[in-house]
């Protein structure tokens, strides 16, 4: 059974830096499309960042050109890089994977799911 276990958030001022990390506990065969996802108090969780078995990359309109998504084949580890960190990306970040395709706006297209998640990792952005 596959197991996702984020790492790497924390506490930034505006304007800083944070490369959050989803170990992977298994090599997944190219049929897995994998997914940054976050969610703030109050609001639903919400897809900020995805990438296909390809290299290809998707992302919400509200990130895009500061987060970067990647993954280490080698190593089985899932990144997103986040720069110039707003407020508002304050979050509890989740990775997840299933069996799907990317799609547009951060997120990928599952048949059913994403039924694999990590348990998160939270950043907070001061103003």
């Known amino acids: 059974q596959v197991q996702l276990a984020e790492s790497g958030g924390g506490s930034v001022q505006a304007g800083g830096s944070l490369r959050l990390s989803c170990a992977v506990s298994?090599?997944?065969?190219?049929?897995?499309?994998y997914g940054w996802w976050r969610q703030a108090p109050g609001k639903q969780r919400e897809g900020v960042a995805a990438?296909?078995?390809?290299?290809?990359?998707s992302y919400a309109n509200s990130v895009k050109g500061r987060f970067t998504i990647s993954k280490d084949n080698a190593k089985n580890i899932l990144y997103l890089e986040m720069n110039s960190l707003k407020p508002e990306d304050t979050a509890m970040y989740y990775c997840?994977?299933?069996?799907?395709?990317?799609?547009?706006?951060?997120?990928?297209?599952?048949?059913?799911?994403?039924?694999?998640w990590g348990q998160g990792t939270q950043v907070t952005v001061s103003a």
């Open positions: 997840a994977t299933d069996w799907g395709r990317l799609g547009s706006g951060g997120y990928c297209y599952y048949q059913s799911g994403p039924n694999i």
């Open positions: 298994k090599t997944l065969n190219n049929k897995y499309c």
């Open positions: 990438l296909d078995t390809d290299g290809s990359t």
